[in-house]
């Protein structure tokens, strides 16, 4: 896995709001070097799940460019921008947005079978993931029969099934308790330097975000310290 480059110039969000504009990002810059691991804090609507849209080609900026290997994602048309995605970028949500009727190996080989590859690809590639997050055990069991800090091991086994040269998580620890949340973190760090990804995480927590190598700030729409 090689992680990416992404740089952001001048992102802007601009939302509407019965005929008002609420500018979530203004004019941020910033630049995430390939496998860096880095947490980016801000208070609640402070535009740290915009932010994750945009890097993740959820959305598009009202204004300025994110750029990532080189390549614009304004230039993407919804096709090569889906393509991207799926293979280049690996998603961890707070909410796990697992699929209940599937278990756990079902939910990890999803996005391997959804690429075209062969079924017994997707469930080598899977399992050696669930072991690698300590849940071989758990492989046949259902989200609800999961733990709230499996169920997230799960989650993160799937964005990294893919090889993906890009995690983005927003707020994976949310739902957890402190002891399990620092956990998943542990977990996150250990798995990327062993895979060697960028790693992009949002949260509130100074106190988790202190476990990364970079912490930068989102306050009023602007990253401080991200150029």
Same mark, same amino acid.
């Given at each position: 896995?090689?992680?990416?480059?992404?740089?952001?110039?001048?992102?802007?969000?601009?939302?509407?709001?019965?005929?008002?504009?609420?500018?979530?990002?203004?004019?941020?810059?910033?630049?995430?070097?390939?496998?860096?691991?880095?947490?980016?804090?801000?208070?609640?609507?402070?535009?740290?799940?915009?932010?994750?849209?945009?890097?993740?080609?959820?959305?598009?900026?009202?204004?300025?460019?994110?750029?990532?290997?080189?390549?614009?994602?304004?230039?993407?048309? !919804?096709? $090569? /921008? #889906?393509?991207?995605?799926? &293979?280049?970028? @690996?998603?961890?949500?707070?909410?796990?947005? *697992?699929?209940? =009727?599937?278990?756990?190996?079902?939910?990890?080989?999803?996005?391997?079978?959804?690429?075209?590859?062969?079924?017994?690809? !997707?469930? $080598? /590639? #899977?399992?050696?993931?669930? &072991?690698?997050? @300590?849940?071989?055990?758990?492989?046949?069991? *259902?989200?609800? =029969?999961?733990?709230?800090?499996?169920?997230?091991?799960?989650?993160?086994?799937?964005?990294?099934?893919?090889?993906?040269?890009?995690?983005?998580?927003?707020?994976?620890?949310?739902?957890?308790?402190?002891?399990?949340?620092?956990?998943?973190?542990?977990?996150?760090?250990?798995?990327?330097?062993?895979?060697?990804?960028?790693?992009?995480?949002?949260?509130?927590?100074?106190?988790?975000?202190?476990?990364?190598?970079?912490?930068?700030?989102?306050?009023?729409?602007?990253?401080?310290?991200?150029?």
């Amino acid at each position: 896995m090689t992680g990416v480059r992404i740089e952001v110039r001048g992102l802007t969000r601009i939302h509407k709001l019965n005929r008002r504009e609420i500018v979530v990002l203004d004019g941020m810059n910033a630049t995430f070097e390939p496998g860096e691991m880095v947490a980016i804090v801000g208070q609640s609507g402070s535009g740290k799940s915009t932010l994750m849209h945009l890097l993740g080609l959820l959305d598009r900026p009202t204004r300025g460019t994110v750029t990532i290997d080189g390549r614009e994602s304004s230039s993407m048309n !919804a096709t $090569a /921008r #889906a393509a991207v995605r799926n &293979r280049r970028i @690996g998603f961890v949500f707070q909410a796990h947005n *697992l699929l209940r =009727e599937q278990s756990a190996l079902g939910n990890v080989m999803m996005p391997v079978r959804l690429s075209g590859s062969p079924t017994s690809v !997707a469930k $080598a /590639r #899977a399992e050696a993931l669930l &072991r690698s997050v @300590g849940l071989s055990h758990r492989l046949d069991h *259902l989200p609800g =029969e999961l733990s709230g800090g499996e169920q997230q091991r799960v989650a993160l086994a799937r964005a990294l099934v893919m090889g993906p040269g890009l995690v983005l998580a927003d707020e994976p620890t949310g739902n957890l308790d402190p002891e399990t949340a620092a956990g998943v973190f542990d977990l996150m760090l250990q798995m990327n330097r062993q895979l060697g990804s960028t790693l992009i995480v949002v949260t509130h927590s100074m106190a988790l975000a202190e476990h990364f190598p970079r912490v930068l700030r989102l306050v009023d729409g602007v990253v401080e310290g991200g150029s």
